[in-house]
């Protein structure tokens, strides 16, 4: 199943475009310069403008922050399954640092369960899941498979990891505001996000300058957030465009550098209108501007004096034109990183290839088209609904396409069950759950009973929790090797991949059941209120102890992850007998990466080649 590019490669020799087309002398000197590369600490680890400890910064504070986030939601989901009953261990606690108003007696308060809410979707999504699967593997992985020295622009790379960083402490810095942090949920809806914390409610005096309370700090991290995205965005296209080695055509690119190219253009596109709605949202709360205050808004039976001529639906607009593109932002990475562990452990090429590339590319032209299919319960007419409906059903093609491509890829494979490849084959029916549940909600009649309920959360979260998380995992399993020159232990691996499956489940799963019966997601006693969650409010306490289990299946990952730096396995280059450019680097990777003019004369996943001398002809081996 060779490309065409693959084919031209084994007829003579590797094929070369006008801007690969690199003297040997000057890559030597380039190679000379890197080996005088001797920084300081501060500029090694700190400071770095290496790609490949940017990345390894963005992996960590990206994995500290979906730790925070996870247990938000673990607090979240106790108060859920025990509404009005005392958190044990970390209640009182929690009273002293946030305050009696939220946690009276150490009992989960209705404001402080808002905060948790809008804080874990903001921390998973943005300060963990985009950092992590976009920025992280993207950072250190990319230009090791196009034969890169670095990315384009280092500095902008450093200043993006900064700008992300700054962002994350300013977010987690709120819940020390005064009235707590935004309580706006993590779409930030206008009008309550503009006039929620205002001076003189929720213990914030009246002198306290509003542009200093929680929900105006958010506003200002997302804004440090949005432009580290297009920072690094910009450095990704223009890395893989121009710094591609020589013969690495376009087809001949792995499909994890494919769908990374791909969330850079969504992010480019995607994320601009959101920067400036946040400024927007800002100014009404600062300057008191009116872009998202309607006419004769009422708060508390007064009439609010400063407000008029805005609308709340533009907010909703702003914000979903990202928020749509940005699933498949969630998306896109996790399916490159699949695609290249299960083309490595099948021990065959990927499936039509080009099918793949074409359906990623297309996915990321289609998301700008589908966002008010969040909006069905604005009121907007049948037309407008019906364009929305028809774009949203068009999405889930070229996404079927991609799983199909995949599942028929591990036809005829001599298949390796490591840890890397449990992950990525769990990825499918997780996915295909969190797809297949997501097309009811394409069609506004259907919306308009599900909308806010825990069919929407849980048809989300298959999509990014053991969707985009088990991508995650499977990456770190994979890639550790070649960033540490030691394997993780496949023992510790499968109780962790095999727990996580379980308690995944258990907790999404049920939430369909919920929903299906009208449990509201943002409901803070779970339910327990309302005659039609009776019969489905036991659910509650299942899905909370899937949850807690789920986090005990996590320790041992952290543990494998920092015992291996020391005392895991020894590994060569190449533990995994892979085809891809990475794996032509010493291990690890030195500063420039390659010690030696790099090449690629063929495709990426050559596996099982009929002829071949061995299983695998790697991407940097001439034609013989």
């Known amino acids: 199943m060779n490309n065409p590019a693959n084919e031209a490669s084994l007829a003579g020799g590797p094929a070369k475009t006008h801007h690969h087309d690199v003297p040997h002398h000057e890559s030597h000197d380039a190679h000379d310069e890197h080996d005088h590369y001797n920084p300081g600490f501060w500029s090694k680890y ?10 390894m910064q963005y992996l960590v504070t990206g994995l500290i922050f979906l730790f925070l986030g996870f247990v938000m939601v673990i607090l979240m989901r106790y108060q859920l399954a025990y509404p009005g009953k005392q958190i044990p261990f970390v209640g009182l606690w929690l009273q002293d640092i946030v305050g009696k108003a939220f946690m009276p007696g150490g009992v989960m308060a209705p404001d402080f369960y808002n905060s948790l809410g809008a804080m874990h979707g903001t921390v998973m999504i943005f300060l963990g899941v985009v950092p992590v699967a976009f920025a992280a593997f993207g950072n250190y992985v990319v230009p090791l498979q196009i034969g890169a020295p670095d990315m384009s622009f280092p500095k902008l790379n450093m200043a993006s990891y900064w700008s992300f960083f700054l962002g994350g402490v300013l977010m987690m810095a709120s819940f020390f505001m005064p009235g707590g942090t935004a309580k706006g949920g993590w779409t930030s809806y206008a009008p309550l996000s503009v006039i929620g914390d205002m001076p003189g409610t929720l213990g914030i005096p009246m002198t306290w300058p509003i542009a200093l309370t929680g929900q105006s700090i958010w506003l200002i991290s997302m804004v440090f957030l949005i432009t580290s995205s297009l920072l690094g965005s910009v450095n990704f296209i223009t890395t893989i465009i121009q710094l591609r080695a020589p013969g690495m055509t376009w087809m001949r690119m792995p499909f994890f550098c494919w769908a990374m190219l791909v969330t850079a253009y969504i992010l480019l596109l995607a994320f601009p209108p959101l920067e400036a709605a946040a400024v927007m949202q800002l100014m009404d709360r600062v300057f008191h501007t009116s872009f998202f205050s309607p006419d004769g808004l009422v708060v508390n039976g007064l009439p609010l004096a400063k407000s008029g001529g805005g609308s709340v639906l533009l907010w909703q607009h702003l914000f979903w034109f990202l928020g749509h593109p940005e699933v498949y932002v969630l998306i896109l990475p996790g399916i490159g990183i699949v695609a290249e562990i299960i083309s490595n452990n099948t021990r065959k090429p990927l499936w039509s290839y080009k099918s793949l590339v074409y359906s990623a590319v297309s996915v990321g032209i289609l998301s700008f088209v ?37 599942l028929i890829s591990y036809w005829g494979g001599s298949i390796r069950f490591n840890t890397p ?4 084959t769990a990825w499918l029916p997780m996915f295909g759950i969190g797809g297949l549940t997501g097309i009811p909600l394409a069609f506004n009649s259907i919306v308009l009973q599900l909308h806010d309920t825990y069919y929407v959360i849980g048809h989300f979260h298959y999509v990014v929790a053991p969707g985009t998380l088990f991508a995650i995992f499977a990456g770190i399993y994979y890639w550790f090797p070649k960033a540490t020159g030691r394997k993780m232990s496949e023992f510790w691996g499968k109780i962790h991949f095999f727990g996580s499956l379980i308690c995944m489940n258990g907790i999404f799963m049920p939430m369909f059941l919920q929903g299906m019966a009208g449990m509201h997601r943002r409901w803070y006693d779970g339910g327990a209120s309302y005659e039609l969650a009776k019969p489905v409010l036991h659910l509650n306490v299942a899905i909370t102890m899937a949850a807690f289990g789920l986090m005990i299946f996590q320790l041992p990952f952290i543990w494998n992850f920092f015992s291996s730096i020391f005392i895991g396995k020894k590994c060569g280059d190449n533990p995994w007998n892979a085809t891809t450019l990475e794996w032509n680097t010493p291990t690890p990777p030195p500063h420039g990466n390659f010690t030696k003019p790099v090449a690629a004369y063929r495709g990426p996943n050559e596996y099982s080649v009929p002829g071949a001398p061995r299983d695998f002809s790697p991407q940097w081996e001439p034609n013989i």
């Open 46 to 55: 700190v400071f770095s403008t290496d790609h490949k400890m940017i990345g």
């Open 421 to 424: 490849m449990c992950f990525a």
């Open 370 to 406: 589908v966002w008010a299919h969040h909006m069905y319960l604005t009121g907007m007419g049948q037309k407008v609904a019906a364009f929305f409906q028809t774009t949203t059903v068009l999405i889930s093609v070229p996404s079927v396409i991609i799983v199909t491509a995949l």
